[in-house]
Nanobody, 127 residues
């Protein structure tokens, strides 16, 4: 049974930091690229960051470059997103997702390209 479980969200003031975690089970983590997506009320789900199975390739949306860092620990089947210098516009539900991709590149960061999803963790940044 596939499980994707996010944690680490919460309420933080602008300029603060949060670290999201995503622990998975039920599939071979090493065969999957992983991504973080977010969705604010009334907006479409957008890709925030992605990482290849090996960690050698990463993707960041322009809005988070230089502030967010994605990483993974394949031994622990866990994905992370370190979020620094948070802004009110970062407020959203954050989702972890898996994409079967044994290559070292990320070619698709759209939601349909990811097959396994978590339930999300809320991040709220106050001004």
């Amino acid at each position: 049974q596939v499980q994707v479980v996010e944690s680490g969200g919460g309420l933080v003031q602008a300029g603060g930091s949060l670290r999201l975690s995503c622990t998975v089970s039920g599939f071979t983590f090493d065969d999957y690229a992983m991504g973080w997506f977010r969705q604010a009320p009334g907006k479409e789900r957008e890709g925030v960051s992605g990482i290849s199975w090996s960690g050698s390739s990463t993707y960041y949306a322009d809005s988070v470059k230089g502030r967010f860092t994605i990483s993974r620990d394949n031994a622990k089947n866990t994905l992370y997103l370190q979020m620094n210098s948070l802004k009110p516009e970062d407020t959203a539900m954050y989702y972890c997702a898996a994409q079967w991709n044994p290559t070292t590149t990320i070619t698709d960061m759209t939601p349909p390209g990811f097959g396994y999803w978590g339930q999300g963790t809320q991040v709220t940044v106050s001004s």
